[in-house]
């Protein structure tokens, strides 16, 4: 059983910071990719940033510059360091993982954080 769990989010205003992380755990033989996610009402679940095992990343446009995505491979765990946030930014935010168990190899959603910036 693969779980990923989600923390950091909340209320923050406009301009401020917040840092999610999300923790994989239960039987992993190995995570390829490590992602953040985010569904705003209304609109459709949408890639916020990735990082590889070998710590290639890649960002949506909206939020370069602003957002840094990194990960603990010892920790199974990824981060999403998020400044300058702004209004549209709100949103749930969910963690994902391509990874490798002993004879599965899947793709994998943890339950989402809510993320929102008052203006």
């Known amino acids: 059983q693969v779980q990923l769990v989600e923390s950091g989010g909340g209320l923050v205003q406009a301009g401020g910071s917040l840092r999610l992380s999300c923790a994989a755990s239960?039987?992993?033989?190995?995570?390829?990719?490590m992602g953040w996610y985010r569904q705003a009402r209304g609109n459709e679940r949408d890639l916020v940033a990735t990082?590889?095992?070998?710590?290639?990343?890649n960002y949506a446009d909206s939020v370069k510059g602003r957002f840094t995505i990194s990960r603990d491979n010892a920790k199974n765990t990824v981060y999403l360091q998020m400044n300058s946030l702004k209004p549209e930014d709100t949103a749930v935010y969910y963690c994902?993982?391509?990874?490798?168990?002993?004879?599965?190899?899947?793709?994998?959603w943890g339950q989402g954080t809510q993320v929102t910036v008052s203006s």
């Open positions: 990082i590889t095992n070998g710590g290639s990343t």
């Open positions: 239960g039987s992993i033989f190995s995570i390829n990719v």
């Open positions: 994902n993982a391509d990874l490798r168990q002993k004879y599965i190899r899947g793709d994998y």
